[in-house]
Structures are given as C-alpha cells and as structure tokens.
C-alpha cells in the first residue's frame, strides 16, 4: 500500500530563510565527507566520549 499525505504549513520569513540555508548546507556536503563524520563519531563512542 502507498499512501500519499500532502500537508500545508505556514512558515515565517525567519523560518523560510533558515530552512533555505539548511537545504544549501546539507547540498554541499559530500558523501566522504559524512563518511569520515561517522568514523570519528564511531570511535569517540567506543572510547566512551559520547
């Protein structure tokens, strides 16, 4: 089964503009780049940092 849920918010010029610049960020990062991320975070974990 596919269900489809259309859903319509009004957001405020701040919001508008904050959602815009975390959709620019998110496009700009690489792949290697979250790769690396999540080694670094993996390690701090086992080592118990997180």
Same mark, same amino acid.
């Given at each position: 089964?596919?269900?489809? /849920?259309?859903?319509?918010?009004? *957001?405020?010029? +701040?919001? /508008?503009? !904050? *959602?815009? %610049?975390? !959709?620019? %960020?998110?496009?700009?990062?690489?792949?290697? +780049?979250? +790769?690396? %991320? !999540? /080694?670094?975070?993996?390690?701090?974990?086992?080592?118990?940092? *997180?």
């Amino acid at each position: 089964m596919l269900f489809k /849920v259309m859903l319509m918010i009004t *957001l405020s010029n +701040d919001e /508008v503009a !904050l *959602l815009k %610049a975390i !959709l620019i %960020a998110l496009r700009g990062i690489k792949t290697q +780049d979250i +790769d690396k %991320a !999540l /080694v670094i975070l993996s390690k701090a974990e086992k080592r118990g940092r *997180l």
